[in-house]
């Protein structure tokens, strides 16, 4: 389902790679060698978090920021911290022990490019990174935000977000999951950190918690729209545009919301959130353009 956006998809495209500049100029600063030992350590960081990656949930921050009046330098630095978040997770993920990649975002895994240890390091070093980012006081002044968003990013991040739903992936594994057990999985793994990107910028603009709902519904719906599209394009998709290898799951025996609902009517739910997700936003004007333009890529993001 198309909707009208107010935002072309060259637009949504440029502004997309503004920001993801922004982001890796964060990266960049600290991603400094110091001249021993741990220089191999920052080569393996600045690869698995340089040159790559749409940063969607960067992207969703600074949207999500602008319908408050927020500094984007400080919204930057906030997504920049969530994505250094994802990067972390990514390069776990792929490690011998999780799945055994040898290729993301189009250029070998930190461990195949490096050594297991060293993308352990690196993992660990990009989380360390996040709340390094987000504690500081040039991402905002008030000590009491940042502390909030230090408390949410854990938990988005933690046993009861992204990694809780990797540990409920790894266990999944030939078993016959139902459609709720799927969602919650994936409500867990792809979409705890996207509905803090989202979240972040709220806690950024002061917003109480019960003026965040609809905010929370965009960003619940495009997290589990993001994932029925992943699993698209993983059934369906071309490796060389992707990046990364396909059909892993269906390789190893997983279930998924396109094993379960069958492509077409996967594909209608995508729609069909996405369509919730715009409808989220019905209280504002252009100024949340941006926002509907990246829930529209992401049920087109598989094509």
Same mark, same amino acid.
């Given at each position: 389902?198309?909707?009208? @956006?107010? &935002?072309?998809?060259?637009?949504?495209?440029?502004?997309?790679?503004?920001?993801?500049?922004? &982001?890796?100029?964060?990266?960049? *600063?600290?991603?400094?060698?110091? *001249?021993?030992?741990?220089?191999?350590?920052?080569?393996?960081?600045?690869? #698995?978090?340089?040159?790559?990656?749409? =940063?969607?949930?960067?992207?969703?921050?600074?949207?999500?920021?602008?319908?408050?009046?927020?500094?984007?330098?400080?919204?930057?630095?906030?997504?920049?911290?969530?994505?250094?978040?994802?990067?972390?997770?990514l390069i776990h993920d792929d490690l011998p022990c999780m799945d055994d990649?040898? %290729?993301?975002?189009?250029?070998?895994?930190?461990?195949?490019?490096?050594?297991?240890?060293?993308? &352990?390091?690196?993992?660990?070093?990009?989380?360390?990174? #996040?709340?390094?980012?987000?504690?500081?006081?040039? @991402?905002?002044?008030?000590?009491?935000?940042?502390?909030?968003?230090?408390?949410?990013?854990?938990?988005?991040?933690?046993?009861?977000?992204?990694? *809780?739903?990797?540990?409920?992936?790894?266990?999944?594994?030939?078993?016959?999951?139902?459609? *709720?057990?799927? @969602?919650?999985?994936?409500?867990?793994?792809?979409?705890?950190?996207?509905?803090?990107?989202?979240?972040?910028?709220?806690?950024?603009? =002061?917003?109480?918690?019960?003026?965040?709902?609809?905010?929370?519904?965009?960003?619940?719906?495009?997290?589990?729209?993001?994932?029925?599209?992943?699993?698209?394009?993983?059934?369906?998709?071309?490796?060389?545009?992707?990046?990364?290898?396909?059909?892993?799951?269906?390789?190893?025996?997983?279930?998924?919301?396109?094993?379960?609902?069958?492509?077409?009517?996967?594909?209608?739910?995508?729609?069909?959130?996405?369509?919730?997700?715009?409808?989220? %936003?019905?209280?504002?004007?252009?100024?949340?353009?941006? %926002?509907?333009? &990246?829930?529209?890529?992401?049920?087109?993001?598989? =094509?």
């Amino acid at each position: 389902m198309l909707v009208e @956006t107010g &935002v072309s998809g060259a637009e949504l495209r440029s502004e997309a790679s503004r920001i993801a500049a922004q &982001v890796e100029a964060v990266f960049s *600063g600290y991603l400094v060698g110091t *001249g021993d030992g741990r220089d191999r350590l920052f080569e393996a960081m600045r690869h #698995a978090g340089l040159g790559g990656g749409k =940063r969607l949930r960067p992207l969703l921050t600074v949207a999500t920021g602008r319908l408050f009046g927020l500094a984007e330098d400080r919204i930057v630095r906030a997504g920049a911290a969530i994505e250094a978040i994802h990067v972390y997770s990514l390069i776990h993920d792929d490690l011998p022990c999780m799945d055994d990649d040898d %290729l993301r975002r189009g250029k070998p895994t930190v461990h195949r490019a490096f050594d297991e240890s060293t993308a &352990v390091l690196a993992g660990d070093c990009f989380h360390d990174l #996040a709340f390094e980012i987000i504690a500081d006081p040039a @991402t905002h002044e008030d000590p009491f935000v940042r502390a909030e968003l230090v408390l949410e990013m854990a938990r988005a991040s933690g046993p009861r977000g992204m990694a *809780g739903g990797q540990m409920l992936d790894l266990v999944a594994e030939g078993q016959a999951l139902d459609i *709720g057990s799927i @969602t919650r999985l994936q409500q867990l793994k792809t979409g705890a950190l996207i509905e803090f990107a989202v979240e972040a910028a709220c806690i950024m603009g =002061r917003l109480p918690p019960e003026a965040r709902t609809p905010y929370r519904g965009y960003a619940h719906d495009i997290g589990l729209a993001f994932q029925i599209a992943d699993d698209l394009l993983d059934h369906a998709g071309d490796e060389a545009t992707a990046g990364k290898r396909l059909r892993k799951d269906e390789r190893a025996g997983k279930a998924t919301f396109v094993s379960l609902l069958g492509e077409d009517r996967a594909r209608r739910q995508c729609a069909m959130l996405v369509s919730q997700a715009i409808e989220h %936003l019905h209280d504002h004007g252009t100024e949340a353009d941006l %926002l509907r333009a &990246v829930a529209q890529y992401v049920e087109e993001r598989d =094509r």
